[in-house]
């Protein structure tokens, strides 16, 4: 599914089966990280996660920045876990999630987390992101265990570009997150 139609009418004119949402009339402008409608669209994304999960559908979430190596099915289709996402950073000896690309069955706990995620986005000025990351450190890390996709082979953009660390290079990464830089030209080099 996409939440704005630019989006939805590019992927369909490549032949993919893509669902517009039009709950919240995003454009392509808005989802451009800190502007000031981007909030209301990642609050949407908990709340639409929740109702597939719902209906009984595993749910694999990947932001649109973010370039695939490997059949991602294929990589995570056998994964016994639960719910797995992407690392973004350690501070402290904290790990942080990367909400932009995870992989959630559908099951009570992940319904019920995906309901407290909605609930604490939408309630609080954490985006969803931060809403995740505070209900995997709180409730939720005994939940899911090992719920952290290994960084050398799911690298976020700090990760890839930014550390360049030298084991990523000669492994094979199955995505590459193009994050950590802002805006739709920076993004494309």
Known sequence: FCLDQQSALHLQSKGITTFFHPTIGATSEVQNFAQRDFKKVV????LIVLDLLSLGVDVFLMDNDIVVLKDLLEVLGQDKREFVVQYEF???GTQYVNSGFYWAKSSERSIQMFSDLALVSASTRLDDQGALNTLLQRFYTNVFPNFILNPARFPNGFVFFDE???HLHHGQPVIIHNNHIVGFDSKIH
């Open 43 to 46: 609050d949407t994304k908990p």
């Open 90 to 92: 350690l501070i402290l």
């Open 164 to 166: 360049q660390q030298p």
